[in-house]
């Protein structure tokens, strides 16, 4: 259970209001035009947009986490390597999908936030996408099942998530509609909850 703002102790009813906030707060990043002055593929255009969307809901909203997290059998990034990871990630290449994907997948392998990875990692791909090839995802064409076996097997062959996503690529870039189907928590979320902790 994660100490949060809102002073609720119990799991599903913080999940439904972090899903309520962050989708209210993921229109207002959209709407007020603040993702038109962020820099495309930075992690300092990531942690904006983490700190928005959770602000009002964690503490920790746009920090780099502080505990060390497992998914199954699969460690993200340790701690210790964090900072020169979001330092490579950075200076990665975008100015194709193929690069943009292999980013996305380099990001999700670092994993920065203590929560709220996937829905503000994905902003951040379309955002990539949008300003790099003039495209974006239309996440209601990913397949929740593949795009989450294609992700935990991203690391070692990201050839599944590329065909995965790029199948659901469209130009429909400035759609508020397509824009807030890749902040779908509750479409996601059974895939992002088994995770392992260890606080330092």
Do not use: C
């Not at 009813?13 to 593929?41: P, T, V």
């Not at 300003?131 to 929740?144: A, L």
């Amino acid at each position: 259970m994660l100490k949060n703002k809102l002073g609720i102790d119990n799991p599903a009813d913080l999940a439904r209001e972090e899903e309520r906030i962050s989708k209210k707060k993921a229109i207002e990043l959209f709407e007020q035009g603040i993702l038109d002055h962020l820099s495309a593929g930075k992690f300092s255009t990531l942690q904006v947009i983490h700190r928005y969307l959770f602000e009002d809901i964690y503490d920790f909203a746009g920090k780099i986490r502080t505990v060390n997290i497992a998914k199954g059998n699969f460690r993200f990034a340790p701690l210790m390597y964090m900072e020169a990871a979001l330092a490579n990630i950075d200076k990665m290449p975008q100015s194709t999908f193929d690069e943009i994907i292999e980013k996305y997948v380099e990001m999700n392998i670092a994993h920065p936030f203590r929560e709220g990875n996937g829905r503000s990692t994905r902003i951040w791909l379309d955002h990539i996408l949008k300003n790099e090839i003039g495209k974006v995802i239309d996440w209601s064409k990913v397949d929740k099942e593949d795009y989450l076996l294609a992700m935990e097997r991203s690391p070692i062959r990201d050839i599944e998530i590329k065909h995965t996503l790029k199948a659901a690529l469209t130009d429909e870039i400035n759609s508020r509609e397509i824009y807030m189907k890749g902040i779908d928590h509750s479409y996601y979320y059974e895939g992002y909850t088994a995770f392992r902790t260890e606080e330092l």
